[in-house]
């Protein structure tokens, strides 16, 4: 899938400031790729993590990242500067979500609108991904 950025404008949270901004397909104005479908199954599983992920490490934080699979996504450089991956692939997005939750990091989301694949096939496959990421949030404090 495709996400395309809106508004197009300095006014993006990344210009005002704020050390980790996620794009999110979930917010008012937003568009996911399934809305027209029935069974949301990616959406439902994308806002399952999103509460998993709040829950073990935001709860003290304001802010709600709630959609950390998405891939268009803003640092700061103390942001960057601070962070450490320790895994790679999938696991990198959860990774990013629980250091901007646990460090004192500030946080916001902006709408896009995501439309349909135009071309190729996912690298990340919905049973594959959705274990490995699960794994990781069960497993890491």
Do not use: C
Request: glycine share 6%.
């Amino acid at each position: 899938p495709r996400s395309t950025l809106f508004p197009y404008t300095t006014a993006l949270p990344i210009y005002q400031g704020f050390d980790f901004v996620l794009a999110s397909r979930l917010l008012k104005d937003a568009q996911n790729e399934e809305d027209k479908r029935i069974l949301r199954l990616r959406k439902w599983f994308v806002r399952g993590v999103a509460l998993i992920a709040k829950a073990r490490w935001g709860l003290r934080k304001k802010g709600y990242l709630n959609d950390p699979l998405h891939g268009y996504r803003g640092i700061s450089n103390k942001f960057m500067e601070s962070m450490i991956l320790q895994s790679q692939g999938v696991t990198a997005d959860i990774e990013m979500i629980k250091h901007a939750y646990k460090k004192d990091f500030s946080t916001t989301t902006f709408p896009v609108i995501e439309s349909e694949r135009i071309s190729g096939d996912t690298h990340f496959p919905a049973f594959n991904t959705g274990k490995r990421i699960l794994s990781y949030l069960i497993r890491i404090r």
